[in-house]
């Protein structure tokens, strides 16, 4: 019976995996500053076109408010913190790729030889579930979102949102969706390098709802059961994605891994192992006596 080849670390995978916690504090930090260049590269993109861009979140804004409301700014640098908002959030979709590119190199060096053929499907998948994230939270979730809150208005309670706040609320929903819209990628990968199967995560679904909805509390920008729920149900939705994600992409049949035999081996590995230094250590007092 032919044996299955073991994957081996090549010379430079062999380098990368003695790196010290220096070294890899020290490749972290290379990591952010390019990071941080790069979104700086990207505001200065967004800023040529600034003004098209903050009409365009104006009138998404305007059209989830109530007839005859608009937003009013009091504090005077609330007007101008909206133009580096706007040119923030573009320049982080237009650095995405690149941002992904150096999340990417900051992880290969702990992957195998085999594993880092994924480097351009990495940077792909998770640039468009950046963009498929801020799209969502634009078009879907923040007008949603306004339209609740403005049911409150009445003739004694006038809704009049203020820009830094409407604005600030918008940037945290994006960036919390860009976030969440990265679960499929990150389970493709997971199951792609057999780390996840589909059946382990339909499984753990109780688990995943509860760690979904404790995400959700923390990633939204208000403490209201609404936003809460608004933010749970797409990671749920996409969470049951992933797990068809997973079936399609890991092992099947025979070839899928026994995780509760694979545990149930190393348990008693281990078991085997302490016994026999026991047994080892025992004989060695034995000798000291003699």
Same mark, same amino acid.
């Given at each position: 019976?032919?044996?299955?080849?073991?994957?081996?670390?090549?010379?430079?995978?062999?380098?990368?995996?003695?790196?010290?916690?220096?070294?890899?504090?020290?490749?972290?930090?290379?990591?952010?500053?390019?990071?941080?260049?790069?979104?700086?590269?990207?505001?200065?993109?967004?800023?040529?076109?600034?003004?098209?861009?903050?009409?365009?979140?104006?009138?998404?804004?305007?059209?989830?408010?109530?007839?005859?409301?608009?937003?009013?700014?009091?504090?005077?640098?609330?007007?101008?913190?909206?133009?580096?908002?706007?040119?923030?959030?573009?320049?982080?979709?237009?650095?995405?790729?690149?941002?992904?590119?150096?999340?990417?190199?900051?992880?290969?060096?702990?992957?195998?030889?085999?594993?880092?053929?994924?480097?351009?499907?990495?940077?792909?998948?998770?640039?468009?579930?950046?963009?498929?994230?801020?799209?969502?939270?634009?078009?879907?979730?923040?007008?949603?979102?306004?339209?609740?809150?403005?049911?409150?208005?009445?003739?004694?309670?006038?809704?009049?949102?203020?820009?830094?706040?409407?604005?600030?609320?918008?940037?945290?929903?994006?960036?919390?969706?860009?976030?969440?819209?990265?679960?499929?990628?990150?389970?493709?990968?997971? +199951?792609?390098?057999?780390?996840?199967?589909?059946?382990?995560?339909?499984?753990?679904?109780?688990?995943?709802?509860? +760690?979904?909805?404790?995400?959700? +509390?923390?990633?939204?920008?208000?403490?209201?059961?609404?936003?809460?729920?608004?933010?749970?149900?797409?990671?749920?939705?996409?969470?049951?994605?992933?797990?068809?994600?997973?079936?399609?992409?890991?092992?099947?049949?025979?070839?899928?891994?026994?995780?509760?035999?694979?545990?149930?081996?190393?348990?008693?590995?281990?078991?085997?192992?302490?016994?026999?230094?026991?047994?080892?250590?025992?004989?060695?007092?034995?000798?000291?006596?003699?």
């Amino acid at each position: 019976m032919a044996k299955a080849p073991l994957r081996r670390r090549d010379d430079a995978d062999n380098r990368d995996a003695t790196m010290g916690f220096l070294e890899h504090l020290e490749e972290l930090r290379v990591r952010l500053i390019r990071c941080c260049i790069a979104i700086a590269v990207g505001m200065v993109v967004a800023f040529m076109f600034v003004d098209r861009l903050v009409d365009t979140l104006l009138a998404s804004i305007e059209r989830a408010l109530p007839a005859g409301t608009s937003l009013v700014f009091i504090k005077p640098p609330e007007g101008f913190s909206l133009w580096l908002n706007v040119a923030l959030i573009a320049g982080l979709l237009v650095a995405a790729p690149f941002v992904m590119y150096q999340v990417w190199r900051f992880i290969a060096p702990a992957l195998y030889a085999n594993e880092k053929k994924f480097a351009i499907p990495f940077v792909a998948l998770t640039s468009l579930g950046s963009i498929s994230g801020a799209l969502f939270s634009h078009y879907l979730l923040f007008p949603s979102t306004m339209r609740f809150f403005s049911t409150f208005s009445s003739p004694r309670m006038r809704f009049m949102p203020g820009v830094e706040d409407t604005i600030d609320l918008y940037l945290k929903m994006m960036l919390g969706m860009m976030v969440v819209f990265q679960i499929p990628t990150v389970v493709f990968f997971l +199951a792609k390098m057999r780390m996840v199967t589909a059946r382990f995560l339909w499984r753990n679904m109780g688990y995943a709802i509860l +760690a979904i909805f404790t995400i959700a +509390a923390l990633l939204t920008p208000s403490g209201d059961p609404w936003n809460q729920t608004a933010f749970a149900l797409p990671m749920l939705a996409l969470y049951v994605f992933s797990i068809g994600l997973a079936w399609l992409v890991g092992p099947k049949g025979k070839d899928e891994p026994n995780q509760t035999t694979q545990l149930r081996l190393v348990f008693a590995a281990s078991v085997l192992d302490q016994a026999r230094r026991s047994r080892r250590s025992s004989r060695n007092g034995l000798r000291r006596v003699m």
